[in-house]
């Protein structure tokens, strides 16, 4: 569905991601991983076009969409839901899904109709019910409590009914038990749903349990990918993670 | 759709309310003091549009209230038009100018787009001002407008005028509400609250801005032409950075997140205006020290601090019905903290 | 439009003279208000809009301090220390209570400013134009270059604005303080965890951004005719001097402003309907082909 070619960033001479290739099966759910700094979040810049990459390309169901305007990246399919959450602080919780919904319809300019339109409404609705937002329905997105606005902030990207959904760090800032529930809502739509899900991941106890397959990122390259079984027996990843990473000095060097 | 009837009455009551002064014989300083106030008003509306629905401080906005009153002044001198096609050129004319501007403008951060609108601002002043042989300088649009009768309706005649006026007004205001209210109107506001956010929603950003701006120039130029035909002149100062300024300062006294608020600071405005120049002739004196006391003290419009009070009451109600679903739910949603 | 005009007064060399001279000394007044606009957004990110006011403020006191004094070296002094107390105080009791806020806020202070301050110079110096008339010190005969007639004052506003500029840029690029207030430019919040007071700092270069443009109103008094108001027309020009000298930049500001002043000074003689059309010109393609001006850091926020 997704194919990653060679990526390379740097940003004022500091590579943030080289040399990345990756490759995710359509309808398959994946984890990334790496230390602080790995680039996990410079690669979704990246594929939403949020940034130019410097080299390489970006497939998306065998279409190169990595020149495209973030605009265009977004009406191709590729939903995405931020670290800390991006929402529409004074409008409430269904607005801002029928706003999303709207835009995804492409009426998002239209000024002889009223807002919003039975379509969008009804899309809306449908978003709340699958993320358990219906009972915050009318609160102003500003006042949702920190879960809501994660959930919000995904379902803003749900309304676009992507076909590959970012989530970096859907947990963060969580207790553990949110992040349990949390993560059962993202497993319920991705299944009801049958897109490609990406997710950030730092709890390892949710990535081994919930991923199908894991890519784990260190200095902006891919260490490592596989089952979560294979993952957490590979010995450069218990290196990244436990050891005093020698791993990159190398590279780094060379860069 | 209840709300598009409910706006309709609205609309249609506001008309009435304007067309039955003149009725019951309001002496002609009340009839003047409204005109003036539809004038402005559609100015300080329209720019709300930018400030208050998109988040866009736009310090030039008089730029269009004045290509709006010069185009359709010059055109009516001519002689070679009536007053509708003069009407609709000044339209198109100042969206050609605000579609300019604003390609130049909307891709700049805020603070650049504030001051490169109140530049071309006093760009286009400055040609009033210089081009003297076709704008009069700083004399304005001398020798009146002419006003000759179309469709049976003759603007020479004071009420007439009026109720062109007033029916123009509201049904600038009519369109301004049905904007808002549209989905259009809400990508506004996705772009004020969140413009990254809003691109990646797909909203192509500086489109809609553009356009906005461009719907915006072309109210503020109504008033501008409604102000032309009221004081049959046009003159240098209706596009002169202080006009825009004063517009900034009718939507910070209404408030600029109550659909009519503008309308109601236009009128404080000029209440105010006209109680200061009966006591002194400082009146930029006494504005200022209104805006001082607005800006450090309230730090929003009076209407504002209304709207805030009743949304706040809305929302501790919508929270009441979240806790009891979480209450009712038992632990299977997500607690509120 | 009158073109021949133009290529007539650039076959002699004395027309050149007076031009040039004429354009210097609109550039260089207006480098000093530009630099100031340019150093408070730099440092604090607000545009003060008033910052013409802080110019005409300067003109009325070089005028009030020259009547009383006789001395105009010791008005202009005296105009630009007052200025820059008057902006320290603008900056403490004003600017810095609507920082966190948006524009619109900064925008109405500003406003409310403006209006307050050209009433109050109406209620103080009247509402009729002064003139300063030129100052005993340079009753001087004029110097001859080429033909040209440049009269000494104009050499002595050139060679001070130039004199002020270069003492401005070593500040910021070489003292501590410069290296303070460049931090704190970057990012205040830091600074202000390194135990230095940023909100000293902060009223500091609000105080000498207003000092630049109290001092250039002095060096105005004397060829410019004191009028309420006076300060808006070169607001504006200094805000496209630093569009296209670039946000932040001194030497930005510097370059645009000769640029902008000679193009005013030729510009009135070969095309004087279009002069201002021709500097808006010149904005216009600086934003298109780089956003950032001439000398300025990218800014796409």
């Known amino acids: 569905m997704l194919k990653l070619e060679g990526l390379k960033k740097s940003f004022g001479g500091v590579a943030a991601t080289r040399d990345v290739t990756l490759d995710f099966a359509d309808g398959s759910l994946t984890a990334i991983i790496g230390p602080n700094g790995a680039g996990k979040t410079t690669l979704f810049n990246l594929i939403t076009g949020r940034f130019p990459i410097d080299s390489g390309r970006i497939m998306l169901a065998g279409e190169d969409i990595s020149r495209l305007s973030r605009r265009e990246i977004v009406r191709r399919g590729i939903g995405r839901a931020f670290q800390v959450a991006s929402l529409f602080p004074t409008l409430t919780v269904r607005e801002a899904l029928a706003a999303a919904a709207q835009a995804h319809q492409r009426r998002e300019t239209a000024m002889l109709v ?63 038990e949110e992040r349990w529930r949390m993560i059962e809502t993202v497993q319920r739509l991705w299944r009801a749903r ?56 190398a590279e780094g060097a060379a860069a | 759709m209840t709300g598009r009837w409910r706006d309709l009455a609205w609309a249609g009551a506001g008309l009435l309310v304007l067309l039955l002064v003149p009725l019951f014989g309001a002496p002609p300083a009340i009839r003047d003091f409204i005109m003036f106030g539809m004038a402005y008003g559609l100015l300080a509306m329209s720019l709300n549009l930018l400030i208050g629905y998109s988040g866009l401080v736009s310090f030039g906005h008089a730029m269009f209230f004045a290509s709006g009153a010069y185009a359709f002044g010059l055109a009516m001198q001519s002689g070679k038009f009536s007053i509708p096609a003069a009407f609709a050129l000044a339209i198109v004319f100042t969206a050609v100018l605000a579609l300019i501007v604003g390609a130049i403008c909307v891709r700049l951060n805020e603070i650049y787009f504030a001051f490169l609108t109140l530049a071309f601002q006093m760009l286009f002043y400055n040609v009033i001002l210089g081009w003297v042989s076709f704008t009069g300088g700083d004399q304005g649009l ?72 461009v719907i915006s120039a072309c109210v503020a130029a109504v008033g501008g032409i409604l102000l032309t035909l009221f004081v049959s002149g ?54 200022g020290i209104v805006i001082l006391i607005l800006v450090l003290g309230l730090r929003k419009g009076p209407l504002d601090l209304i709207a805030e009070r009743l949304e706040n009451r809305r929302q501790a109600a919508a929270q009441a019905v979240r806790d009891a679903a979480d209450a009712g739910a038992n632990g299977t949603g997500k607690g509120g903290s | 439009m009158d073109l021949d005009a133009l290529m007539r007064c650039v076959g002699t060399t004395s027309c050149i003279v007076t031009q040039l001279t004429s354009g210097m000394i609109i ?108 100052p005993v010190e340079f009753r001087l005969p004029p110097l001859r270059f080429f033909g040209g007639v440049v009269p000494p004052f104009y050499i002595f506003m050139i060679v001070a604005a130039m004199a002020i500029g270069l003492l401005l840029w070593l500040v910021i690029a070489r003292t501590r303080f410069g290296n303070i207030v460049r931090a704190a430019a970057v990012n205040g919040p830091m600074v202000s965890a390194l135990g230095i007071r940023v909100n000293l700092y902060y009223a500091a270069v609000f105080g000498i951004g207003s000092a630049l443009a109290g001092a250039a109103g002095a060096l105005a008094a004397p060829v410019r005719s004191l009028t309420p108001g006076m300060g808006f027309s070169i607001l ?56 950032s001006g001439l000398f300025g850091r990218p800014h796409n926020k």
């Open chain 2, 142 to 213: 001398m020798g009146g407008i002419p006003r000759p009768k179309f469709l049976g309706i003759d603007l020479a005649d004071r009420t007439q005028l009026y109720i062109f006026c007033s029916v123009a007004f509201i049904v600038c205001i009519a369109i301004l509400r049905q904007l808002v209210t549209s989905p259009f109107g809400y990508t506004l506001r996705l772009i004020r609250d969140n413009q990254e956010r809003a691109a990646f929603l797909g909203v192509n950003v500086p489109l809609v801005k553009l356009t906005c701006f």
């Open chain 3, 27 to 134: 550039g260089m007044l207006l480098f000093l208000i530009a630099s100031g606009v340019t150093l408070i957004f730099g440092v604090l990110n607000v545009i003060n809009f008033a910052h013409g006011s802080l110019y005409m403020i300067g003109a009325y006191a070089a005028w009030t301090f020259y009547q009383l004094t006789g001395s105009y070296f010791v008005s202009a002094l005296g105009a630009a220390v007052a200025v820059g107390v008057l902006g320290v105080l603008f900056e403490r009791f004003l600017m810095s209570k609507v920082y966190g806020s948006n524009v619109l806020m900064q925008l109405l202070v500003c406003y409310a400013v403006v209006l307050i301050s050209d009433d109050l110079i109406k209620i103080i110096w009247g509402p009729v134009s002064l003139s300063m008339g030129m």
């Open chain 2, 234 to 287: 046009a003159y240098p100062n209706f596009g002169f950075w202080t006009t825009s300024g004063e517009a900034i300062f009718m939507i910070l006294l209404g408030g600029s997140n109550v659909f009519l608020g503008p309308l109601v600071g236009t009128v404080i405005l000029r209440l105010l205006n006209d109680i200061t120049v009966t006591y002194t002739s400082h009146t930029e004196l006494v504005l």
């Open chain 3, 236 to 291: 504006i020009e200094s805000f496209i001097v630093t569009v296209i000298g670039g946000m932040g930049s001194i030497v930005g500001a510097f370059v645009a402003s000769i640029i902008i002043g000679l193009t005013r000074s030729f510009g009135s003689i070969g095309f004087p309907l279009f002069v201002d059309g021709v500097m808006f010109l010149i904005m216009a393609l600086v934003l298109i082909f780089k956003p």
């Open chain 1, 114 to 176: 009223g807002f919003p339109t039975g379509a969008a409404m009804k899309h809306a609705d449908e978003v709340m019910e699958l993320l358990g937002l219906t009972r915050v329905a009318g609160i102003l997105s500003r006042n949702l409590s920190h879960g809501d606005q994660k959930l919000l902030d995904i379902g803003l990207a749900l309304a676009l009914e992507p076909k590959v959904l970012l989530l970096d760090e859907p947990t963060a800032g969580m207790g553990p």
């Open chain 1, 194 to 249: 049958g897109m490609t899900l990406i997710f950030i991941e730092h709890d390892m106890d949710i990535v081994f349990k919930v991923a199908q397959t894991v890519r784990v990122l260190s200095y902006g390259s891919v260490l490592a990918e596989g089952t979560p079984e294979e993952v957490r027996r590979n010995p450069q990843v218990i290196e990244a993670y436990l050891g005093k990473s020698a791993h990159g000095s």
